[in-house]
């Protein structure tokens, strides 16, 4: 097992007391618990679970918006409660190795899952030669661990994908979908979409949208003729498609939720950022077109956790689990400032559902992060900025005005090169201090369970 150097333990240690130091001058109620868990942290050790919660395009600014509107200024998130914080950079590159300074999800996605960087839009495999490379996930179940995914998007997406499948590009999503990676087809020896990989590679948890892109029929290989939804069954899977369904699955067997035929609907709404501003605005906290039996990200989670842990319970390893917020980056993208608070506070709760498991659990690993920054920023009411803008009234009743400018008004709001917060608790948490590469967070991860 890998053991931290003790020159890198004394600074780990240099830094976690600078850190709460720092944290108890401005907090009070809590210090004490951050110090335990800080001092816990940097003991290193060997994790038995480790839980990932991805933020996609949740930035510091994405953060801060959301903690502004629904906590307070002052007031702190479940993700602000991490004993140890660190930034991490996001870069991907281009194939001849040198830095494309602004990633997309599927690059950075594949930074963390296999420790190497990529181009932008490939899925786990190598920028030159377009080879797939052992992902975090593949390792884990190799060793014996339990595995799961979680998301609001659809589980094709990219930062799913890069878990259980390798793929040329990004929009190789079902078997209809293949038009962009030739040699990944089935025909030419290749693994097969997105979609088939995934279940093909019994992920016991699968939990996100995308049915559209498992209700693709299968043209080549052994499952020719079937849906990928089908195949599955023919693996095992027991298929879901609401929270009811998903509350009633059992051990035993893997799981496929499907609750969406896209991306899963927001759960707030409001008006977009206009150019010029909107009036002042309260956002809706509802959504009419969520159906009422789609399940929360944070129910997911707890539904994941406990799937995962009833299937290790007679093993000496644990599980690998990665959560995500998708819809955080989605409606940055589309400039929906209640879309994007209502997914960073649903995304929020899944964290509090993580880090209540290790309270119980200490022998995990939870590590809280983004792929990459975005364009959403915070700027005073008198500024009228170029792009798009709305003013919000926060639950503190105050006035707040958020702009979005990183692209032309019409057209998708971008990703930014900047760097991205992690934070992390249990063993082997220490890593994440100080500023990191995020392809580092594959080595965490792989210590921490000792994966081979």
Not at 69 to 88: C, E, H, K, W
Not at 120 to 147: C, F, H, M, W
Not at 170 to 177: A, I, K
């Amino acid at each position: 097992m890998h053991r931290p150097s003790r020159r890198r333990v004394v600074a780990a240690t240099a830094l976690v007391a600078a850190a709460v130091a720092a944290a108890a001058v401005t907090t009070t109620a809590g210090a004490s618990d951050t110090r335990q868990q800080a001092q816990h942290a940097i003991k290193g050790g060997k994790a038995k679970n480790v839980i990932l919660l991805i933020g996609d395009g949740m930035g510091d600014s994405e953060i801060t918006l959301a903690r502004d509107y629904v906590v307070g200024a002052n007031g702190r998130l479940n993700m602000d409660a991490f004993p140890l914080t660190g930034s991490y950079t996001t870069y991907a590159v281009h194939a001849d190795g040198t830095p494309d300074y602004v990633t997309d999800s599927a690059a950075s996605g594949s930074g963390w899952a296999t420790g190497r960087k990529t181009v932008n839009g490939r899925i786990s495999k190598t920028p030159d030669t377009d080879k797939a490379v052992p992902t975090i996930l593949e390792l884990a179940q190799k060793n014996g661990y339990a595995t799961g995914s979680v998301t609001t998007a659809e589980l094709t997406d990219a930062t799913p994908a890069v878990l259980a499948s390798h793929a040329t590009d990004r929009s190789c999503q079902g078997p209809g979908d293949m038009a962009k990676c030739p040699s990944d087809t089935i025909a030419k020896g290749g693994p097969g979409s997105i979609a088939e990989q995934s279940v093909n590679h019994k992920v016991d948890v699968l939990f996100g949208g995308g049915r559209q892109r498992f209700d693709q029929k299968i043209t080549e290989g052994p499952y020719r003729g079937l849906t990928v939804t089908e195949q599955a069954r023919k693996l095992g899977y027991q298929v879901v498609t609401d929270g009811a369904g998903m509350k009633g699955v059992k051990a035993g067997k893997p799981v496929l939720g499907l609750f969406a035929p896209g991306n899963v609907p927001t759960e707030w709404t409001g008006r977009p950022a206009a150019v010029g501003g909107t009036d002042p605005q309260r956002c809706v906290t509802a959504n009419s077109a969520r159906p009422s039996a789609t399940p929360s990200l944070a129910d997911s989670a707890a539904k994941a956790i406990q799937l995962l842990e009833a299937k290790q319970q007679h093993a000496k390893k644990g599980f690998f689990l990665q959560i995500e917020g998708a819809s955080i980056d989605k409606q940055d993208h589309a400039a929906d400032p209640c879309g994007q608070i209502g997914e960073t506070a649903a995304f929020d709760r899944a964290v509090k559902v993580a880090r209540d498991y290790a309270a119980k659990h200490p022998d995990t690993l939870v590590v809280t992060t983004a792929d990459h920054g975005h364009t959403s920023q915070i700027v005073p009411l008198e500024a009228t900025p170029p792009g798009l803008s709305s003013t919000l009234v926060t639950n503190e009743g105050q006035r707040l005005k958020v702009n979005y400018s990183t692209n032309t008004p019409g057209k998708s709001q971008e990703h930014t090169g900047t760097q991205v917060r992690i934070a992390a608790q249990g063993p082997q948490a220490y890593r994440v201090l100080g500023v990191t590469n995020q392809t580092d967070l594959f080595t965490t991860i792989r210590s921490a369970l000792g994966l081979r």
